[in-house]
């Protein structure tokens, strides 16, 4: 269920008796905001939504909180994230309250369980090796699961997206899919998807793509933003949200003649977790059964990216590289 209050969120500090605070923070700096869940009879009214202001109302499955209450002894889960790709997971402006649909649908299966949530925004290249070493439950990113990353962690699948070619406003380079960039400046993130569908193609160019790498989908894109490049590769849904809602993406489109690289977005654990991982799909499983998936993808604008199956490692059904 899915109702809306208009709020202004707290900062973090006492707050009233039975409500969680759920702490948003970046490794650099500490959170100066927080987003809040509060309970009542097993059920927790989870804030999220672009602003804070709608509420979803999970209701805790007994029987999945009392497996998590062995495997998470103190209560809460920590979750790795990288806050730079709304409108999945990203600061919100002058705060260090995370926002996102990744973000609320980690609220959600935390809700679900009967734990708290711990987030901590990293580079994105760091978050499968922070997961090799155990130092979080698991992250949620708007990662793939691609065969090569299955051989570091294990993943629960939970949505689907593509990715699409972004130019400057006009299309300049008259770029007309992905073999059109060869010979041009196009920028990239260190080990996503999109990087290893660039290479994939530059091995066939006869005049190759100049590819510069960068940590995150922002510098990447501020490449294109400055024209110091002259087109990307972003997430669809990513770019699409930051063309209508970003000030300094309006003088960006997106190349709609063809989308590439269609694959899960999934939830990432370590190998030796998979009592937590089957635990989270089913949270998910029954996050569907009750409409909070629904409910929370409509929310952002995503519902094409929902799926009607919570899988385990089924990346080789999309095959993405990485």
């Not at 990113?141 to 070619?165: C, H, K, L, W």
């Amino acid at each position: 269920m899915i109702t809306r209050k208009h709020r202004l969120l707290p900062t973090i500090g006492l707050m009233a008796a039975g409500a969680l605070l759920l702490s948003a923070c970046s490794p650099d700096s500490a959170s100066d905001g927080s987003a809040t869940a509060s309970s009542t009879a097993g059920v927790t009214n989870v804030a999220g939504g672009p602003d804070g202001s709608t509420v979803f109302e999970v209701t805790v499955d007994e029987e999945l909180a009392a497996t998590a209450a062995e495997l998470i002894p103190d209560g809460a889960l920590e979750i790795a994230t990288k806050a730079a790709a709304p409108p999945y997971e990203f600061f919100e402006d002058g705060t260090g309250t995370l926002r996102g649909s990744d973000i609320d649908l980690g609220y959600a299966i935390a809700a679900k369980l009967g734990l708290d949530a711990n987030f901590t925004s990293m580079e994105f290249a760091g978050i499968l090796p922070a997961i090799e070493a155990g130092r979080y439950d698991f992250s949620i990113a708007g990662m793939g699961d691609t065969p090569t990353r299955q051989e570091i962690v294990d993943f629960v699948d939970y949505s689907t997206d593509s990715n699409s070619i972004v130019t400057t406003s006009g299309n300049p380079h008259e770029i007309d899919g992905i073999e059109t960039l060869c010979g041009l400046n196009v920028s990239s993130v260190e080990g996503s998807v999109y990087l290893g569908l660039l290479e994939e193609q530059n091995e066939s160019c006869a005049e190759k793509m100049n590819i510069t790498i960068f940590q995150d989908n922002a510098n990447a894109l501020l490449q294109v933003q400055t024209g110091r490049a002259d087109a990307t590769m972003y997430q669809t849904g990513v770019a699409l949200y930051l063309i209508k809602t970003d000030e300094a993406s309006a003088g960006l489109e997106v190349v709609d003649s063809e989308e590439y690289g269609k694959g899960y977005n999934a939830i990432a654990f370590n190998k030796d977790s998979s009592e937590l991982r089957d635990l989270v799909q089913q949270a998910l499983i029954a996050l569907q059964e009750d409409g909070v998936y629904q409910d929370i993808h409509l929310e952002w604008g995503l519902t094409s990216n929902m799926i009607d199956e919570i899988t385990v490692n089924d990346g080789l059904r999309f095959n993405q590289p990485s």
